[in-house]
């Protein structure tokens, strides 16, 4: 049986009958807390029309429906600057969901009168504080991290002196904490499961979303294979591209990046040129497929290369947006017509000045996120929930569908 949406039925859950692990309460670090409010709030939603509709008899469970699952919590700092995580009820016998934004960069502490924001470093040792305050008593814990922690530096690349693993170190410790299920959205290397093959780890993908955020958006970008083209900015997320170029049966182009290696400096290997492969481009929409947009730089440079070679509108998707070098470059971009638009979840923390820019779209995982929790809850196989694929084609299908009796 395939669940291929958010949302479950009343039907398919009175079929499956599925008994929740234990109640459910969500704690949030205090960057965060809005996000997760939000997801507490659609979780009551789909919960509260489960309830009316007597769809299945655990419904009726002490626990089950809470006007907020959201739990009252604080992460208090010293004068230090160190920190501690209180909590004002009691975790005993709960299904832990820990919702954790480390890209957070909203909050700062005074550190001998000078501010300090409150880095990647700091929220992950907030996380640690939370899981060993609530292992003991809580039935089971749960953590949502959709950037995940150090997901970059999963390989040592310095192999002359030695670097640190510090992905394969994180994953390694939050199992021995007692975490059981590490729930992470679009890894930059799907390969994490192999430091801790014991632990759950699920891995959604923010495709579906994306997808229909963009064509809900722009109702003039054409899935026609004659129109449109996917490209991946490197040759490290061909991947990526393959997948959505697959999905919505799209050529597929790559930027293949010359690296200078004679020349290495503060550990980077300088790109010489980018050398793009793929059909012509000439008078085609672009999309652009990354995991992340940081300083913008790549997105700058492939953008340029394909207005040279005559693409027409350039849209850049990418599940987490840090803008770490700011917007000025973005905003000259799109003045001058280089994208179209720039299009990110709302997984991590974006602020305002981002969301109120004319080509930046917001794509709302909320529901999504909610959505996992409810199943990981009474422990449904949340395979095909994860996986896009079966949606993305049904939305496709029926987006054509439409196009088609439309031009009858």
């Known amino acids: 049986m395939q669940l291929n949406s958010f949302e479950t039925t009343d039907s398919t859950y009175n079929e499956l009958r599925l008994e929740p692990y234990g109640p459910i309460a969500i704690i949030a670090h205090t960057a965060n807390k809005e996000f997760v409010q939000q997801v507490s709030n659609v979780l009551y939603e789909k919960r509260l029309k489960r309830y009316n509709a007597k769809a299945n008899p655990f419904v009726n469970n002490p626990g089950y429906l809470r006007s907020s699952y959201l739990f009252d919590t604080d992460l208090p700092r010293f004068q230090t600057a160190e920190g501690k995580f209180t909590m004002k009820e009691s975790s005993r016998g709960h299904d832990i969901y820990i919702i954790t934004d480390v890209l957070s960069h909203n909050l700062r502490v005074d550190i001998c009168g000078e501010a300090h924001v409150i880095s990647p470093d700091d929220h992950y040792r907030d996380l640690l504080r939370i899981i060993s305050t609530c292992v003991g008593k809580a039935k089971r814990v749960n953590v949502i991290m959709p950037f995940l922690y150090e997901g970059l530096q999963i390989k040592r690349r310095n192999l002359s002196y030695g670097e640190s693993l510090d992905?394969?170190?994180v994953l390694k410790q939050l199992?021995?904490?007692g975490v059981t299920n590490l729930i992470v959205f679009d890894p930059h290397d799907p390969r994490i499961d192999n430091a801790v093959p014991l632990m759950g780890i699920e891995k959604p993908n923010s495709a579906y979303k994306i997808i229909t955020t963009l064509i809900s958006k722009f109702g003039s970008l054409s899935m026609n294979p004659a129109k449109t083209m996917v490209i991946s900015p490197d040759e490290t997320g061909v991947s990526r591209a393959v997948f959505y170029a697959s999905m919505l049966n799209l050529p597929l182009g790559i930027f293949y990046r010359d690296r200078d290696y004679a020349n290495i400096k503060d550990g980077v290997v300088p790109v010489k040129n980018y050398r793009f492969i793929g059909n012509d481009i000439n008078g085609m929409d672009a999309l652009i497929i990354d995991d992340m947009i940081k300083t913008g730089h790549t997105?700058?440079?492939?953008?340029?290369?394909?207005?040279?070679?005559?693409a027409r509108d350039i849209y850049y998707l990418a599940p987490f947006g840090l803008f770490s070098n700011g917007f000025e470059e973005f905003d000259k971009a799109y003045e001058e017509g280089l994208i179209k638009a720039v299009v990110c979840?709302?997984?991590?923390y974006r602020p305002q000045e981002l969301l109120e820019k004319e080509w930046y779209v917001d794509v709302n995982m909320i529901p999504?996120?909610?959505?996992?929790?409810?199943?990981?809850?009474?422990d449904e196989s949340i395979g095909d929930l994860i996986n896009?694929?079966?949606?993305?084609t049904d939305f496709l299908s029926?987006?054509?569908?439409?196009?088609?009796i439309d031009d009858i």
Do not use: W
């Open 388 to 392: 896009s694929t079966s949606r993305i």
């Open 368 to 378: 999504f996120v909610a959505r996992i929790i409810d199943a990981l809850n009474v």
């Open 398 to 404: 029926q987006m054509r569908l439409n196009e088609f």
């Open 175 to 177: 199992y021995d904490l």
């Open 167 to 169: 992905c394969a170190a």
């Open 345 to 348: 979840t709302n997984l991590i």
């Open 299 to 310: 997105m700058m440079t492939t953008a340029s290369i394909l207005k040279e070679k005559g």
